[in-house]
């Protein structure tokens, strides 16, 4: 059983920072692919940020602002928001690409989400 685990979301003035991160934990054979996505109410997920070995990769509204990490040792994944904006507001899931047996291809998962809330 493979549990994504999201932490540091919260309330939080325009201008502000918050870092975000995601523990994956269970039987894990490998982690491909992590990254971010959110949701404001009323639209679609998006996409934040992700990480593979090839490099990140963000979003157009949070590039400049936003930091994807990486710790492969802990399984953890991280967010760094800066100069956050009232419409950062939004639902941030945490996602990973796992490989949990030898045997079987990765799949994708996704953590319950951690609510963000930037106020003007």
């Known amino acids: 059983q493979v549990q994504l685990v999201e932490s540091g979301g919260g309330l939080v003035q325009a201008g502000g920072s918050l870092r975000l991160s995601c523990a994956a934990s269970?039987?894990?054979?490998?982690?491909?692919?992590m990254g971010w996505y959110r949701q404001a109410p009323g639209k679609q997920r998006e996409l934040v940020a992700g990480?593979?070995?090839?490099?990140?990769n963000y979003g157009d509204s949070v590039k400049g602002r936003f930091t994807i990490s990486r710790d492969n040792a802990k399984n953890t994944v991280y967010l760094q928001m800066n100069s956050l904006k009232p419409e950062d507001t939004a639902v941030y899931y945490c996602?990973?690409?796992?490989?949990?047996?030898?045997?079987?291809?990765?799949?994708?998962?996704w953590g319950q989400g951690t609510q963000v809330t930037v106020s003007s």
């Open positions: 990480i593979t070995s090839g490099g990140r």
């Open positions: 996602n990973a690409d796992i490989q949990y047996s030898w045997y079987r291809p990765a799949l994708e998962y």
């Open positions: 269970g039987s894990i054979v490998s982690i491909n692919g």
